[in-house]
């Protein structure tokens, strides 16, 4: 797997002690959106970041579940997880929690 280029803990699920953290990865291909050139020399210059985001649930330590999300573009790593509300990063802890929840069944079953 590639080097982590942003990591940041999210947070933990009381109910199942299951804990979400944040990692952000480069992304090995170019956006397929129409201003891609305009993109790309923003990503240059800072202006926005561009990556691979994925959502890690684990227990104890234990990585159970990763979910990923591809082509990522905002102005920061921070914006893409400040609001854990949020279409794309609340589908993703529910996807992770919920393949976390079935490893864990099947680990005491």
């Known amino acids: ?5 942003h990591k940041h803990y999210l947070k933990r699920c009381m109910e199942t002690g299951i804990d979400f953290t944040f990692k952000a ?12 050139a305009e993109i790309m020399e923003q990503v240059e210059t800072g202006e926005v970041v561009y990556f691979l985001a ?16 591809g082509e990522c573009i905002y102005e920061s790593f921070e914006q893409f997880y400040e609001n854990l509300e949020e279409c794309y990063i609340a589908d993703m802890i529910d996807e992770a929690k919920e393949e976390a929840l079935e490893v864990i069944a099947k680990l005491v079953a």
Do not use: F
């Open 54 to 69: 994925s959502i890690e649930a684990g227990k104890a330590g234990v990585v159970l579940a990763t979910t990923y999300l």
């Open 1 to 5: 797997m590639r080097d982590v280029i």
């Open 25 to 36: 990865y480069p992304e090995c291909h170019l956006p397929d959106i129409e201003n891609q």
